[in-house]
DNA sequence: CTGAAAGCGCTTACAG
DNA sequence: CTGAAAGCGCTTACAG
């Protein structure tokens, strides 16, 4: 058709040799194709006051027919658009990203936000996955690791929310503190009657973690002398590992508290098939309060994070950030609690 | 000039009445500011060549000087930019959602397209949340279930790519198929001298999954008598009571095959607190492949998804649908994989 | 109920 | 190395 033709060769009507990739239709073809105004393709488009039914069916008609969709760009220069929220995790497949995502995800959409996820665990994807976030969002957050060093130097005047980062950081940021669930722990862990507590931390020896030196520090308080161990990373499997070896001793430990969640899980397959009853034999406990956590047999003590929380403080901050209203603070932290279940 | 320096808190510290959202400076706030032109600010901006390094210095120092950050719409009117994915899940915290979304936003990240997630499991927001993605994305995939109905009246021509829909769907679309796995768990349990199986489904009586009928049949055509049983929802809780009952049974079953691994993980739960092992005196297996099934203790077999290759199938439809380029085929299959370990 | 004008913020040629 | 002009696709007043 006359229209049609128009539509593709843009003000050159009979170029020959249809393009492979079609231009998309805009505003403009669909009003020509409908003989109307662009204001009235708007209006019919976005279900505005102020046109006939005949009308709107017309124009209607004639945009489904070149599948014309309105760019978002076009409309969100005047617009102004939704706010964009970049969520980026270091692994998608460690179930604690879901989990935060997911709480992400609800308190932004109960907010008006859209929440766009990248995960920068892929090898050497890191930069360039970020550097297309930052051209398409309006704030970010997340776990940026190293990535966060030098931040403004390479990604300008784009906002940051650091997840749960070192407490020097000059960047906004969501804490998290296991402290007073730790203490809440030890005492657990010391009324039931525990002597030979192991604590199975991840990272290397000479870093231990801030929770692991705080447990060790409050089982120490109450008298006990607990082990620390280290697995050489922080999966099932390694875990599971360093576990086989530590109850195989002529005196194994009565409990183990693990890095997290899902290091806690391999400690209690390696418990199960050593053929150790939990928390018979021997108690375990993990960090994240993670859902999979109340899934397995036995359940799995745990100090648990609100993710909620934790989701609630993120959009609190990345719309003051947004605004350029920085508020009182920019810092929040989010407590752990101790959830008692069967492992412990 | 008086407009933008007003407009500018940040050199004019004591505007009076200053407006509690700031107007985000533009690029023509920064040229004026850096005493340059617009496009000067683009090379800047933008890492562009033909620009002396000290204008450059300039206009950075005054960009960053008033929080200056490229407007995605403006930006991307002219360049076109990025494509963007809608992925939308019925409920986040059922980990079968985020392992999709892990293998979808890493496959589309190395295509280039972003991906926005959102999660319409949330009480009446499912019609609001569709609304505004499908006014910022390119394309929408995911498990829309009844807002499939009527998508172009509601949607106009926002592409639509469904995951697990029915067949008879006239949308574009990645399926799952089973049978050929349930054949090869039917094959194994009658190998190991299964005697008397059961499926637990999760849909009501009247309704039998398509999974739950497979199965069924896949059995019977082996000379078992398997016996049909519907839990009231497919949560793990659910799963765990009717397997409590079944197994009190004065002939228990001796295997239990699960509409997914969730429920899976119920049953096991349930045969644990029962004093049953698993596999010696019951079998159990799930629908899903999720990761959690290999952390639990016994692992879980299952019939695994290949989401990497649910992810690749949608992104080539991704590409096609974007561009108007149907191709061949709108409608892919994916093959479940039996994945045995110990559980059965 | 409909349309002509202005402008959202940016980049891409093009001219100096 | 720098800037004046044009235009991306849309909506918001405003005028008929």
């Known amino acids: ?66 599948s014309y969709r309105p ?3 076009g409309r969100g220069l005047v617009t102004g658009g939704d706010s964009q929220l970049g969520l980026v995790v270091s692994d998608l497949r460690n179930p604690y990203s879901p989990e935060l995502a997911a709480a992400v995800v609800r308190c932004a959409a109960a907010e008006g936000w859209s929440v766009s996820l990248v995960d920068i665990g892929l090898a050497g994807a890191a930069d360039r996955l970020l550097h297309s976030l930052h051209a398409q969002v309006d704030v970010i957050v997340g776990y940026l690791g190293e990535w966060a060093r030098g931040w403004e130097s390479r990604f300008g005047a784009t906002p ?31 009324a039931v009657g ?6 199975l931390d991840a990272s290397e020896p000479h870093a231990t973690s801030g929770r692991g030196i705080a447990m060790m520090a409050a089982l120490e308080r109450r008298g006990l002398s607990p082990e620390l161990v280290h697995a050489s990373a922080s999966t099932p499997e390694h875990a599971s590992a360093v576990t086989a070896q530590i109850i195989r001793r002529a005196t194994p430990p009565d409990a183990i508290f693990a890095f997290n969640d899902l290091m806690a899980l391999g400690v209690l397959s390696a418990c199960r098939h050593a053929g150790l009853d939990v928390p018979r034999d021997i108690r375990v406990a993990g960090v994240d309060g993670l859902t999979i956590g109340a899934l397995v047999a036995p359940t799995l003590t745990t100090l648990a994070v609100d993710f ?18 920085p508020g009182l603070g920019l810092r929040r932290t989010v407590s752990h609690r101790l959830v008692l279940r069967e492992s412990a």
């Open 160 to 190: 940051l929310i650091l997840l749960d980062a070192d407490a020097d950081s000059r960047h906004a940021g969501v804490n998290l503190d296991p402290s007073a669930a730790i203490e809440d722990l030890a005492d657990h862990l010391v």
């Open 194 to 199: 525990t002597r030979r507590p192991v604590v």
């Open 71 to 73: 760019s978002r760009f």
């Open 308 to 325: 909620d929380e934790v989701a609630r403080h993120t959009l609190e901050l990345a719309v003051s950030l947004r605004d350029g209203t």
């Open 1 to 66: 058709m006359a229209g049609s033709s128009q539509l593709n060769g843009a003000g050159d009507p009979g170029s020959p040799g249809s393009p492979a990739t079609r231009r998309r239709a805009t505003i403009l073809d669909v009003a020509s194709a409908a003989g109307v105004s662009r204001q009235t393709v708007t209006r019919a488009v976005n279900d505005m006051a102020g046109i006939s039914v005949e009308t709107k069916r017309r124009v209607l008609e004639a945009a489904n027919a070149l």
